[in-house]
Nanobody
Framework: VQLQASGGGLVQAGGSLRLSCTSS????????MGWYRQAPGKQRELVAT???????KYGDSVKGRFTISSDNAKTTVYLRMTSLKLEDTAVYYC?????????????WGQGTQVTVSS
């Protein structure tokens, strides 16, 4: 599975940004896509995920401000980020996950930098 993310950049606090991530390769077994992020000196954390059935999950720090969605083919996932805060500055990683009865395989994209300035 290959993941190609785009849309990161520099934005002022209070602004908006949209990230996109397109998957390719052996994606038939993928049943969830999402975003995680890692800020300098911090652990990687959940931002948002969406299943092929459309069920979404958000990290507490982004609820109400970020929206995850996917295209009809379930191969591209989007993250709409609004009301951005300085603490949203991080490298954002796209993920694709294959959950199966005894575990999971999670694939990671290369990361895209989001910087929120004051």
């Amino acid at each position: 599975v290959q993941l190609q993310a785009s849309g990161g950049g520099l934005v002022q606090a209070g602004g908006s940004l949209r990230l996109s991530c397109t998957s390719s390769g052996s994606i038939d077994s993928i049943n969830e896509m999402g975003w995680y992020r890692q800020a300098p000196g911090k652990q990687r954390e959940l931002v948002a995920t969406i299943t092929t059935g459309g069920v979404t999950k958000y990290g507490d720090s982004v609820k109400g401000r970020f929206t995850i969605s996917s295209d009809n083919a379930k191969t591209t996932v989007y993250l709409r980020m609004t009301s951005l805060k300085l603490e949203d500055t991080a490298v954002y990683y796209c993920t694709a996950t294959d959950f199966y009865p005894r575990g999971m395989d999670r694939f990671w994209g290369q990361g895209t930098q989001v910087t929120v300035s004051s």
